[in-house]
């Protein structure tokens, strides 16, 4: 617990998702709340499909700040929320909710925002060129939009175009369109990108990269949204040729500052040591 004591006065957030035992947000959250002093708690929420607007309830009645949203409940919470942020609007999907006092659910979306930081606290500037995504689920979206909302020219690719497509029509925007390749034309298209990112699955398991690097330009930025591995396949692949790179992790630790901001009343930092804290299964000690 982040300060060994919980009162009545201890303020009190949470992750619900299904599963959520694997979460590092708990961790996450904890080490702030004990690193800042703060009496607050934060606990894994295990809410199974479809009992979402029952657990929400019950945690607002139960005098919880708020909650972070994950797999599979983001686009539920998104439906349940009163008051959405633009960007969990972009996003169609809320990953952080907060309870205010007359009893309405205030829906955000930061994983658009903490990729955002991650490059920038990494020392990349996110509208330096051109990107190309892989993927079209969730994490694509969330990206792609904080990109295009940062005049970002956005390209997309995945293994099933239509999914794409419909991602691509989503994010409508007349000045600055989301243009979608042929998932067989992505390595061809990486040599006038300025930064790559990878949101599909492949680099976790042996199903190989999900690109070549053959043909990026030395300037290209490669960042993954996988953290664990924290160097992916892709990544380690990238640095041995000297390309810039900017793990998945960061994304994880940047998006959660926004809920933290807001339930307990500190931006908290985002520094190495915590990074090294978040990825480590290491107890905290007393
Ligand atoms: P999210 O978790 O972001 O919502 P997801 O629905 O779990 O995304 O999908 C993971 C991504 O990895 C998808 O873009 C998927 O491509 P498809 O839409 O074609 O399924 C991609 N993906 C998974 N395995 C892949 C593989 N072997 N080759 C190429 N892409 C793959």
């Given at each position: 617990?982040?300060?060994?004591?919980?009162?009545?006065?201890?303020?009190?957030?949470?992750?619900?998702?299904?599963?959520?035992?694997?979460?590092?947000?708990?961790?996450?959250?904890?080490?702030w709340?004990r690193?800042?002093g703060?009496?607050?708690?934060?606990?894994?929420?295990?809410?199974?499909?479809?009992?979402?607007?029952?657990?929400?309830?019950?945690?607002?009645?139960?005098?919880?700040?708020?909650v972070?949203?994950?797999?599979?409940?983001?686009?539920d919470?998104?439906?349940l929320?009163d008051?959405?942020?633009?960007?969990?609007?972009?996003c169609?999907?809320?990953?952080?909710?907060?309870?205010?006092?007359?009893?309405?659910?205030?829906?955000?979306?930061?994983?658009?925002?903490?990729?955002?930081?991650?490059?920038r606290?990494?020392?990349?500037?996110?509208?330096?060129?051109?990107?190309?995504?892989?993927?079209?689920?969730?994490?694509?979206?969330?990206?792609?939009?904080?990109?295009?909302?940062?005049?970002?020219?956005?390209y997309l690719?995945?293994?099933?175009?239509?999914?794409?497509?419909?991602?691509?029509?989503?994010?409508?925007?007349?000045?600055?369109?989301?243009?979608?390749?042929?998932?067989?034309?992505?390595d061809?298209a990486?040599?006038?990108?300025?930064?790559?990112?990878?949101?599909?699955?492949?680099g976790?398991?042996?199903a190989?990269?999900?690109?070549?690097?053959?043909?990026?330009?030395?300037?290209?930025?490669?960042?993954?949204?996988?953290?664990?591995?924290?160097?992916?396949?892709?990544?380690?692949?990238?640095?041995?040729?000297?390309?810039?790179?900017?793990?998945?992790?960061?994304?994880?630790?940047?998006?959660?500052?926004?809920g933290?901001?807001?339930?307990f009343?500190?931006?908290?930092t985002?520094?190495?040591?915590?990074?090294?804290?978040?990825?480590?299964?290491?107890?905290?000690?007393?």
């Open positions: 617990m982040s300060n060994g004591s919980i009162t009545g006065r201890t303020r009190l957030a949470g992750v619900v998702g299904w599963p959520v035992a694997h979460s590092r947000s708990p961790r996450l959250h904890n080490e709340l690193r800042y703060i009496d607050g708690a934060y606990l894994p929420l295990p809410v199974a499909p479809g009992q979402l607007e029952t657990a929400l309830r019950g945690l607002q009645a139960s005098g919880f700040a708020g972070n949203v994950t797999i599979p409940h983001k686009q919470a998104f439906a929320s008051v959405l942020s633009p960007a969990a609007r972009r169609g999907a809320v990953n952080t909710l907060m309870f205010t006092p007359d009893g309405r659910l205030h829906g955000d979306n930061s994983d658009g925002q903490g990729f955002l930081d991650s490059l606290a990494a020392g990349v500037d996110p509208a330096a060129g051109s990107a190309l995504l892989l993927g079209a689920g969730g994490a694509a979206r969330a990206i792609a939009a904080s990109l295009q909302a940062e005049g970002v020219a956005v690719a995945n293994r099933t175009r239509e999914r794409a497509d419909a991602l691509a029509a989503l994010l409508q925007d007349a000045h600055n369109p989301v243009r979608v390749l042929d998932w067989a034309a992505r061809r990486l040599g006038d990108q300025a930064l790559l990112v990878n949101t599909t699955s492949l976790m398991g042996d190989g990269l999900p690109c070549s690097l053959d043909g990026a330009a030395p300037t290209l930025v490669v960042s993954d949204i996988v953290y664990a591995p924290r160097v992916t396949p892709l990544l380690a692949e990238a640095r041995a040729r000297g390309l810039a790179t900017v793990e998945g992790l960061g994304m994880l630790l940047h998006q959660a500052r926004v933290f901001a807001a339930w009343g500190v931006d908290p985002v520094d190495d040591s915590l990074f090294d804290f978040v990825s480590s299964d290491r107890v905290p000690g007393p």
